[in-house]
């Protein structure tokens, strides 16, 4: 079997599938009665989709997308075919993984200058970790032609970046959070006649509602805090019960643009 992380499991499970997918809804969670007062149909859809995939993620070929790389020049690390992992407790799969833009200096000179300077941060990217970063800069400075001073390093969050880290949580805890978060959104429902009027209303379609875009306003945080958080919960609550490992055959990683870890392929010998 074959080792993913759930970032990159949600990157490939196709979203579509559940406009057209006549599997019924159910037996998503005990709380379902609770859950469907807060996401519409094609929502609950996409979770019984999602939960199932979780479940037999290698019955369902024709739900999976493709990896698409992509290289915006945005980072140091960028572009590259995701991995699979051949051991559970690969450092790779589990580890934080560091990243940082490419300063916009850099990125107006154009892609050449680009990996040249992908290529010496990578080399010296220890020197940051030893607090010799001004050492690198005046390297990449020289190197480039830049005047001393023109660079800084910003590292970014890996979910910026594209790229993940397995999340290893407890089945139990996710379940308590989510029926925190089922309390909470009826309490924030019923806090006014406003607010359980607009949630009453507009709630299951919030994606098509200006408001929702409004920072502050009962439909934006309706919108993004409770059914955004709702969601999230309950993906990593298939994931972790049915697939901890989000285990697959390496075969269809293969076919979908995943490349083996070279770190714990059993046939690089690392």
Not at 47 to 69: A, G, R, T, W
Not at 78 to 96: I, M, N, Q, T
Not at 123 to 151: N, Y
Request: with cysteine.
């Amino acid at each position: 079997m074959a080792y993913i992380t759930s970032s990159n499991f949600k990157k490939i499970v196709r979203d579509k599938f559940a406009a057209t997918s006549k599997r019924p809804v159910k037996g998503l969670h005990p709380r379902e009665d609770e859950i469907e007062k807060i996401l519409s149909q094609p929502e609950l859809a996409l979770l019984q989709v999602y939960k199932e995939m979780c479940e037999s993620p290698n019955d369902f070929p024709e739900v999976f997308n493709k990896i698409q790389k992509s290289d915006t020049l945005s980072y140091v690390v960028e572009g590259h075919a995701p991995a699979y992992h051949f051991k559970a407790d690969c450092s790779r799969l589990h580890s934080d993984f560091k990243n940082y833009a490419i300063p916009d200096v850099v990125r107006s000179m154009g892609e050449d200058k680009v990996n040249e300077y992908r290529t010496i941060f990578q080399a010296g990217r220890h020197m940051i970790d030893e607090g010799r970063q001004d050492v690198l800069a005046i390297r990449l400075c020289s190197a480039l032609g830049l005047p001393l001073g023109a660079l800084n390093f910003k590292q970014v969050d890996y979910n910026n970046s594209g790229m993940a880290k397995f999340e290893n949580v407890d089945l139990e805890d996710v379940d308590r959070r989510i029926s925190e978060l089922l309390f909470d959104a009826e309490r924030f429902r019923h806090q006014s006649k406003e607010s359980s009027d607009l949630i009453n209303d507009f709630g299951y379609g919030t994606h098509r509602r200006a408001e929702a875009k409004q920072p502050g306003h009962t439909l934006y945080i309706w919108h993004n805090k409770y059914k955004g958080g709702l969601k999230n919960l309950l993906e990593t609550y298939f994931r972790v019960k049915f697939n901890p490992e989000l285990s697959f055959e390496g075969r269809l990683l293969d076919q979908l643009g995943f490349v083996p870890c070279k770190h714990c392929d059993p046939d690089v010998g690392f």
